[in-house]
T-cell receptor, first 116, second 112 residues
Framework: GAVVSQHPSWVICKSGTSVKIECRSL??????MFWYRQFPKQSLMLMAT?????????EQGVEKDKFLINHASLTLSTLTVTSAHPEDSSFYIC????????????FGSGTRLTVV | DAKTTQPPSMDCAEGRAANLPCNHS???????VYWYRQIHSQGPQYIIH???NNETNEMASLIITEDRKSSTLILPHATLRDTAVYYC?????????????FGQGTILTVHP
């Protein structure tokens, strides 16, 4: 099956610093990757969609200058939370769409970000 | 994506079948019904998906009504490890995959 590795699984950072989260498709090429955010007791909220080699498309209300997404290869996408603040503390989850459409959407295990 | 409606919570006894309903009355002809589940503090896990016909795999069965306005996910022999939030999503899969939009889902609690 398709596997998506997300790293780190948790991170604590100081307010004002930046944090990078990596999402890798291990055994397939991901033409499209999605980034979600989930607050406690809430559902997943889509933040942005990224296609390899092009700029990400952000959902309404998501600050593109704060949440930088890079999808430089067919197996790697990164989300950088810049100048993090406590309100950015959340569970971030990536999803990769396998290009051959055999496995469909596969999700990473998520990253718990805590900004102190 | 068509809007889906699920009960907020359900209980099930261990070893019994868990039947999770989902309404998707505005689903369009090219939209599949996907089911995912999320165990606490993990990423969603794919369960099953279907378009018109009933589907079965090693995890579950998916029953879709003839008019496609509703569906039921069946976990035939629920275990404590099946306790999770279950999401039903309508999405145009196939050759026109779009983004998955998650609703509130159903919290399934399996008890001994």
């Amino acid at each position: 099956g398709a596997v998506v590795s997300q790293h780190p699984s948790w991170v604590i950072c100081k307010s004002g610093t930046s944090v990078k989260i990596e999402c890798r498709s291990l055994d397939f090429q991901a033409t499209t990757m999605f980034w979600y955010r989930q607050f406690p007791k809430q559902s997943l909220m889509l933040m942005a969609t990224s296609n390899e080699g092009s700029k990400a498309t952000y959902e309404q209300g998501v600050e593109k200058d704060k949440f930088l997404i890079n999808h430089a290869s067919l197996t790697l996408s990164t989300l950088t939370v810049t100048s993090a603040h406590p309100e950015d503390s959340s569970f971030y989850i990536c999803s990769a769409l396998e290009g051959a459409l055999v496995y469909g959407y596969t999700f990473g295990s998520g990253t718990r970000l805590t900004v102190v | 994506d068509a809007k889906t409606t699920q009960p907020p919570s359900m209980d099930c006894a261990e070893g019994r079948a868990a039947n999770l309903p989902c309404n998707h009355s505005t689903i369009s002809g090219n939209e599949y019904v996907y089911w995912y589940r999320q165990i606490h503090s993990q990423g969603p896990q794919y369960i099953i998906h279907g378009l018109k016909n009933n589907e079965t795999n090693e995890m579950a069965s998916l029953i879709i009504t003839e008019d496609r306005k509703s569906s039921t996910l069946i976990l035939p022999h629920a275990t404590l490890r099946d306790t999770a939030v279950y999401y039903c999503i309508a999405n145009a899969g196939g050759t026109s995959y779009g983004k998955l939009t998650f609703g509130q889902g159903t919290i399934l609690t399996v008890h001994p």
